[in-house]
């Protein structure tokens, strides 16, 4: 007998991801009661695919990765949102393990973690060898300031409370998103728990992070809620 679909609202940020979300969408039937894809404003018959498969289609506002997560958070109907990506870098049989410490009223946010599942992108070339460093150095500079233990603080495959989304009042556009949500929920005391999710190659496209580019953004970032009033 199948599971219920769980009271979560499942929210993918993409922008012309559809080669990829024919391949994502149908794994996520009867997963969630609610699935959200928030659009970056698609050429690429995102549409077309989000109504066929039953999804609410939402347009952002086209400021980028962050934008696109508050737009999916302000839609939800759900207590619990979980945030994947479209690229099929995110396995849909680790949703229930996101949410279910949430749901089971043992945390507040649940981040997937790499580094105790594993990712393949982290060896796959140079590039994702230098985004492995980042994270970590980033992931260690967060358990300094906030005293947490975590292995995996950017990772986007992550569940939340909704309320504590609202109250986060994130402001971050782009791919900072992650980051400033996991600190801000640290600093408010929310309940932070890691459960072992593994990543895989995006199959087609390419990803919209630019580690040379965005890499003084990351530690602005940082700087900034290290100070910022709670």
């Known amino acids: 007998m ?5 009271p979560v609202s499942l929210i993918i940020p993409c922008r012309n991801e559809a080669a990829n979300l024919e391949a994502l969408l149908p794994r996520l039937t ?10 970056g404003h698609s050429t690429d018959g995102t549409h077309a695919l989000a109504a066929a498969h039953g999804a609410a289609y939402l347009l952002d506002n086209g400021r980028g990765k962050g934008d696109g ?6 839609h939800a109907s759900e207590p619990v ?17 996101l949410a279910q410490p949430i749901l089971d009223g043992q945390a507040d946010l649940v981040l997937g973690s790499r580094m105790r599942g594993g990712g393949d992108e982290f ?15 980033l992931t260690w500079l967060i358990n300094v300031r906030c005293g947490s233990r975590l292995s995996d603080s950017q990772n986007g495959f992550r ?9 986060l009042k994130l402001t971050s556009d782009r791919h900072t998103v992650e980051l400033e949500m996991t600190m801000r929920a640290l600093r408010k005391g929310a309940r932070v728990v890691e459960v072992a999710t593994h ?27 290290c100070v910022r009033p709670l």
């Open 199 to 225: 990543e895989y190659p995006r199959r087609f496209g390419r990803s919209s992070l630019s580690v040379t580019r965005q890499g003084p953004l990351f530690l602005w970032c940082y700087l900034r809620e």
């Open 159 to 167: 569940a939340a409370r909704t309320s504590l989304l609202r109250e």
């Open 123 to 137: 060896v796959a070339t140079f590039f994702e060898l230098v985004r492995l460093a980042g994270n970590m150095g």
């Open 30 to 39: 009867g997963i969630a009661r609610e699935l959200i894809i928030v659009d």
């Open 69 to 74: 997560l508050r737009v999916g958070v302000a």
């Open 2 to 6: 199948a599971a219920d679909p769980l």
């Open 81 to 97: 949102c979980v945030f994947m990506d479209a690229d099929l870098s995110h396995d849909p049989a680790d949703i229930p393990k």
